[in-house]
């Protein structure tokens, strides 16, 4: 058997295995648009999902009351400042309470009296 | 080709040239799954797929029908690289009898049952070369190897093939 006898039992082959099953071109072509398009459709989605939260991640944030800042205290004005504030500020329900309403009465000399103590 | 033909992604590539190369991509594709027909037409659209999104870039060198062909035979590989680790899996847990024997072509042509009988690559060549009318660098280029392997492969099968035609 030469090369063309072989070339052409294969065809025959080939043909015989194949026919009747090849789907025709238009449907193969728009199944495959089809899945294009709806894989188009699960990326949006996701797209769509991962931008609300997103979102949601920084709308939280902006509505959270935000938390009095540290603030530099120059050492000269530190120095010849009158007014102080404890440290422990930090531990107050809020920054700079005033938690004394009135003096407390400790011992009775130190009630005010116009203004000096007794 | 049309100009309302060419795809948006790949403009080298029109509907027409593809539907003509159809019925040799689909053969092409069902011997890549062992004449599966849902397999080889996933495996058909899937490489339109790749085509239309651009990820498979056409651009001219080779002829359209060689570079359809490697998109297939490169979409097959991966797709049973991942398939044969599931498989070998599920045939541990398997008893032998329900172990799937490959389907095999129904065909009764010597020649045909002499060629499917050759290792892999050998038989691919063949089936390339032979028919499907690529030349042998062609055949190389979709299988993935050198010319020069391609020839080699392209060789053995040939002498294989009348060494078992002889005894026969």
């Known amino acids: ?118 | 080709m049309r100009d309302s033909d060419v795809l948006d992604n790949n403009p080298h590539v029109s509907r027409s040239a593809l539907e003509a190369i159809h019925g040799q991509v689909f053969g092409w594709a069902l011997s890549r799954c062992n004449y599966e027909q849902v397999v080889a037409e996933d495996l058909v659209q899937q490489a339109y797929m790749e085509l239309l999104t651009g990820k498979a870039q056409f651009d001219g060198r080779s002829s359209l029908k060689t570079f359809v062909f490697a998109v297939v035979q490169n979409l097959a590989r991966s797709r049973f690289r991942r398939r044969a680790r599931h498989l070998q899996l599920a045939q541990q847990a398997m008893p032998e009898e329900m172990v799937a024997t490959p389907i095999e072509p129904d065909s009764n042509d010597a020649v045909w049952r002499a060629v499917q009988q050759l290792p892999p690559r050998q038989r691919d060549v063949v089936e390339l070369v032979f028919c499907r009318d690529l030349s042998i660098e062609e055949a190389a280029k979709v299988m993935g190897v050198s010319t020069g392997t391609g020839r080699v492969h392209y060789d053995r099968a040939k002498r294989a093939l009348r060494k078992r035609l002889r005894d026969e």
């Open chain 1, 1 to 118: 058997m030469n090369e063309r006898d072989i070339r052409q039992a294969l065809k025959r082959g080939q043909a015989a295995v194949e026919a009747g099953r090849v789907p025709a071109f238009d449907r193969v072509w728009s199944a495959a648009d089809q899945r294009l398009a709806a894989r188009r459709r699960r990326r949006y989605v996701a797209v769509g999902f991962v931008a609300a939260l997103a979102v949601i991640a920084v709308a939280s944030g902006l509505l959270q009351p935000r938390q009095p800042d540290w603030e530099y205290v120059d050492p000269e004005v530190f120095a010849t400042g009158t007014s102080w504030h404890a440290p422990s500020d930090v531990l107050l329900p809020e920054h700079r309470i005033d938690i004394y309403e009135e003096i407390p009465v400790l011992i009775e000399s130190t009630e005010i009296d116009g203004g000096t103590l007794l």
